[in-house]
């Protein structure tokens, strides 16, 4: 099975962490434009950035449930 990660899945993880396209792209550590294409579906994101988005977000979702104390 090939776990993908669209530019829809992009745009939904970007909602859900509730950041701008500039926040991204310092989430992320590439430029503004990088993002831009990834989220209008441009170029195919990277593996590693598909992950990062996803570990961000189940940070974020956690910490927002109770789950992780800060």
Same mark, same amino acid.
């Given at each position: 099975?090939?776990?993908?990660? /669209? #530019?829809? #899945?992009?745009? %939904?993880? =970007?909602?859900?962490?509730?950041? $701008? %396209? !500039? !926040?991204?792209? !310092? &989430? &992320?550590?590439? $430029?503004? $434009?990088?993002? !831009?294409? %990834?989220? %209008?579906?441009?170029?195919? *994101? $990277?593996?590693? #950035?598909? /992950?990062?988005?996803? &570990?961000?977000?189940?940070?974020k /979702?956690?910490? &927002?449930?109770? =789950? *992780?104390? /800060?």
């Amino acid at each position: 099975m090939i776990n993908t990660f /669209t #530019h829809d #899945h992009f745009c %939904y993880w =970007i909602d859900k962490m509730d950041i $701008s %396209y !500039e !926040e991204a792209a !310092e &989430l &992320l550590g590439v $430029s503004l $434009s990088t993002i !831009e294409n %990834y989220a %209008y579906g441009l170029v195919k *994101i $990277s593996p590693d #950035h598909a /992950t990062a988005c996803r &570990l961000l977000l189940k940070f974020k /979702t956690k910490r &927002l449930n109770g =789950i *992780i104390d /800060t």
